[in-house]
């Protein structure tokens, strides 16, 4: 059974870092694409990054192009968001998920593509 579960979150001050793991399990990571979202209350969720089972390519959103870097380990089947000069826009629940379909530059950041989800960690930025 395809699932995920979130780690890393936390409290961080403007500025500085955070990283998130994503632990999958019941698919290889090269099977799977896997992607990074988030949520505020009142709002809806919007696609972070993603990076693609096949050849490890990655997609970002504008927002944090730049600033955030995704990366996997096939090995322990783990991904990670690295998240650097964080402000206090970036506050909000930080969800992994798993999709199984082709995404592609259009379509990575629509959340009805990914077959599993997360629980979410909470990511604060405050001083």
């Known amino acids: 059974q395809l699932q995920v579960v979130e780690s890393g979150g936390g409290l961080v001050q403007p500025g500085g870092s955070l990283r998130l793991s994503c632990t999958v399990s019941?698919?290889?990571?090269?099977?799977?694409?896997i992607g990074w979202f988030r949520q505020v209350p009142g709002k809806e969720r919007e696609g972070v990054s993603c990076i693609k089972g096949n050849y490890g390519f990655r997609y970002y959103a504008d927002f944090v192009k730049g600033r955030f870097t995704m990366s996997k380990d096939n090995v322990k089947n783990m991904v990670y968001l690295r998240m650097d000069s964080l402000n206090s826009e970036d506050t909000a629940i930080y969800y992994c998920a798993a999709a199984r379909k082709f995404l592609d530059g259009r379509t990575w950041s629509t959340t009805d593509h990914y077959d599993a989800w997360g629980q979410g960690t909470q990511v604060t930025v405050s001083s």
């Open positions: 019941g698919v290889a990571l090269d099977d799977v694409n």
